[in-house]
């Protein structure tokens, strides 16, 4: 069974980049005869908006998404994510590091604490040891737990078969795919969609200001979602759940060479 996903992190509305994630799973879901869910990733919550994720709810709503189940929160899942670091830990495939976000430097992690940490008196975040993956943060010196964990928890979690989403998570996905491995999951099919952007070609994201998606004009922003992937224009006068039905019949045929 094809089981997709919508996962929108609550750090404000959802924007047309998020639109063009959600539609893009929805349709690859649909047209599979797929179940879709959504999950709000509210783990880094001094970045959340406290409403956010029920603004996100009612413009899904309003754009015609129906979701199949309860929307899953990730600030409620900890205990699974802790049960998951633990296994890592035993295994010995993690280790502490000390180096600040700037020492750990804007590529692949250098590898400074590997052997040892190297200024134990500060807070510790946790690494993998994956080397070629670039040692990647599990869990944070703030005591959160990582995307890229809690991700690979959830996607496992909730028998998720197919990822579809931006192609700004590109580099994610070996990373999600060695802590699959070592976390013995099965590993989803992944499809990544271009990313929308603005007119200075930075990614359409809250700290660009991207624009709120309106729910009052919700047909019309699907007819440029779906213009923006590549598909037929929907015809004009329908409302936003038949223009989901019209890319459903679209999507298989137009989309396969993505
Ligand atoms: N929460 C992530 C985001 O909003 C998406 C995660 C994913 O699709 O894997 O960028």
Same mark, same amino acid.
């Given at each position: 069974?094809?089981?997709?996903?919508?996962?929108?992190?609550?750090?404000?509305?959802?924007?047309?980049?998020?639109?063009?994630?959600?539609?893009?799973?929805?349709?690859?879901?649909?047209?599979?005869?797929?179940?879709?869910?959504?999950?709000?990733?509210?783990?880094?919550?001094?970045?959340?908006?406290?409403?956010?994720?029920?603004?996100?709810?009612?413009?899904?709503?309003?754009?015609?998404?129906?979701?199949?189940?309860?929307?899953?929160?990730? &600030?409620?899942?900890?205990?699974?994510?802790?049960?998951?670091?633990?296994?890592?830990?035993?295994?010995?495939?993690?280790?502490?590091? &000390?180096?600040?976000?700037?020492?750990?430097?804007?590529?692949?992690?250098?590898?400074?604490?590997?052997?040892?940490?190297?200024?134990?008196?500060?807070?510790?975040?946790?690494?993998?040891?994956?080397?070629?993956?670039?040692?990647?943060?599990?869990?944070?010196?703030?005591?959160?737990?990582?995307?890229?964990?809690?991700?690979?928890?959830?996607?496992?979690?909730?028998?998720?078969?197919?990822?579809?989403?931006?192609?700004?998570?590109?580099?994610?996905?070996?990373?999600?795919?060695?802590?699959?491995?070592?976390?013995?999951?099965?590993?989803?099919?992944?499809?990544?969609?271009?990313?929308?952007?603005?007119?200075?070609?930075?990614?359409? &994201?809250?700290?660009?200001?991207?624009?709120?998606?309106?729910?009052?004009?919700? &047909?019309?922003?699907?007819?440029?979602?779906?213009?923006?992937?590549?598909?037929?224009?929907?015809?004009?006068?329908?409302?936003?759940?038949?223009?989901?039905?019209?890319?459903?019949?679209?999507?298989?045929?137009?989309?396969?060479?993505?």
């Amino acid at each position: 069974m094809y089981r997709g996903r919508f996962a929108p992190s609550p750090t404000g509305p959802l924007h047309f980049g998020s639109l063009v994630a959600a539609l893009a799973s929805y349709l690859d879901a649909r047209s599979n005869g797929g179940q879709w869910l959504v999950r709000m990733e509210d783990l880094d919550l001094p970045r959340c908006v406290p409403g956010a994720d029920g603004i996100i709810l009612q413009a899904l709503e309003a754009f015609g998404f129906e979701w199949d189940g309860p929307v899953v929160y990730q &600030s409620a899942r900890t205990g699974a994510y802790r049960a998951q670091f633990e296994k890592l830990r035993q295994d010995g495939l993690v280790y502490p590091c &000390s180096c600040s976000r700037r020492e750990a430097g804007g590529g692949d992690y250098p590898g400074t604490c590997r052997d040892g940490v190297r200024d134990p008196g500060r807070p510790l975040a946790w690494r993998v040891r994956a080397a070629e993956q670039g040692d990647f943060v599990v869990l944070r010196s703030d005591g959160y737990f990582a995307y890229q964990l809690s991700v690979v928890v959830d996607d496992a979690a909730q028998g998720i078969t197919d990822v579809v989403r931006g192609a700004d998570l590109l580099d994610s996905t070996p990373r999600q795919n060695w802590l699959q491995a070592a976390l013995g999951y099965a590993v989803p099919r992944y499809r990544h969609v271009r990313v929308a952007t603005n007119a200075e070609g930075e990614k359409l &994201s809250k700290q660009t200001n991207a624009p709120a998606i309106e729910s009052g004009r919700a &047909s019309e922003q699907l007819g440029e979602a779906f213009e923006f992937l590549g598909l037929a224009k929907p015809p004009a006068g329908l409302a936003p759940a038949e223009i989901l039905r019209f890319g459903q019949r679209l999507w298989n045929a137009e989309t396969s060479g993505m």
